[in-house]
């Protein structure tokens, strides 16, 4: 017999189909109201601006600090600024002081110093030993000149380290134990400017003490001997003196002439200036504009010239001094230049061969 469409299983079956559509239609509600409702928000959609942390800033903080923290634009700025117009100021470097030369030599005693006089004695007997012991003594006597003794103990250590610097620097030989002087083999490719570069003296030095007559005919494989520089100079305008030092250690003195009364050579700090060393060079006296060329007859500044720059004291910011040579040289000696340092023109050829630029400092002192 056939089933009514409307009997009671089907009527209960009806219902059963009514009651899980009502329980899901719940169940959508439950969610969309748990996901928009306030269990539901984002922690990062519910803070402003004003809510969000801010770095402490110290009010003690000082110009130098404020300088190291960034520069956040507006968008106003931001919107004006793209890639190809972005412009960062420029930060004012202070220039890099090189390695300090030694101090100043402690003023002159009037008694000899018995402390010195060990010294200058323990120097002599290594140099009588047979072999000499050539670079203890130069050691020993450079530790005498940094404590205080008479003008005779200091003139006697200066002449005898003088005269070792022709043994252990001023030649080929390259003594034991010594870290001032080295061997270096050139390899392919080498240049000798390359190599004084990298140990920071003028090649000039190098082909001197090499016999070198053609630098850019350096063979590779050839032994040469290098110097671990820098040169530095000490000018003592008390006794027209200047000193040149390798790193700390005294090479040899020199003769000078400086400023006169009204001109004096400033005190202070001192460096080679970059790109200021240069053979025979055009002059503008600053007094009546005129022009000197090296070939004029009283062309001032002699076989050479060392620009300087400024660094520290009397000296600090100051331009248009230098080292140089000159045809007056009864002037060495003697304040009469318009404030730079002259030397004789076979001096000032040394002491260019010497320094370099931005690395060589120059003190001048009383």
Not at 121 to 127: E, G, H, K, R, W
Not at 309 to 326: M, N, P, S, V, Y
Request: glycine share 6%.
């Amino acid at each position: 017999m056939a089933r009514h469409p409307f009997g009671t299983r089907a009527v209960r079956k009806n219902r059963n189909r009514m009651y899980t559509a009502l329980l899901a239609l719940l169940v959508v509600c439950v969610v969309i109201a748990f996901y928009y409702g306030p269990f539901g928000k984002n922690e990062a959609d519910t803070i402003d601006d004003n809510t969000i942390p801010q770095p402490e800033v110290n009010t003690d903080t000082n110009a130098a600090d404020l300088s190291q923290m960034p520069v956040v634009p507006d968008e106003a700025e931001v919107s004006e600024v793209n890639e190809t117009t972005a412009f960062v100021p420029p930060v004012e470097v202070e220039p890099e002081l090189p390695e300090a030369p030694p101090e100043p030599a402690p003023g002159p005693t009037v008694e000899p110093n018995p402390e010195a006089a060990a010294l200058i004695a323990d120097a002599t007997a290594m140099l009588s030993e047979k072999p000499s012991r050539i670079i203890e003594a130069r050691d020993r006597l450079n530790e005498a000149l940094r404590i205080p003794m008479s003008a005779q103990q200091r003139s006697s250590v200066k002449d005898q380290l003088s005269e070792l610097s022709e043994k252990w620097l001023l030649n080929r030989t390259i003594l034991p134990d010594d870290p001032l002087c080295e061997s270096y083999q050139v390899k392919r490719g080498d240049l000798l400017t390359i190599i004084s570069d990298r140990y920071k003296v003028p090649y000039e030095i190098l082909m001197k003490i090499n016999n070198i007559s053609r630098p850019e005919a350096l063979p590779a494989g050839k032994t040469i001997k290098v110097i671990n520089g820098p040169f530095h100079v000490k000018v003592y305008r008390s006794t027209f003196t200047m000193d040149v030092y390798l790193q700390n250690t005294y090479v040899q003195s020199f003769p000078v002439g400086l400023g006169k009364p009204g001109r004096e050579t400033p005190i202070g700090l001192w460096r080679v200036e970059s790109g200021g060393k240069s053979y025979s060079t055009s002059w503008r006296d600053p007094d009546n504009g005129r022009i000197y060329q090296p070939e004029d007859p009283d062309y001032p500044l002699g076989s050479r010239w060392i620009a300087l720059e400024g660094l520290t004291g009397e000296a600090k910011g100051r331009d248009g001094f230098g080292i140089h040579g000159t045809k007056e040289p009864e002037q060495i000696g003697m304040a009469g230049s318009r404030g730079c340092i002259r030397l004789h023109n076979g001096d000032v050829i040394t002491v260019y061969n010497m320094l370099v630029p931005l690395l060589s400092q120059v003190e001048v002192v009383d």
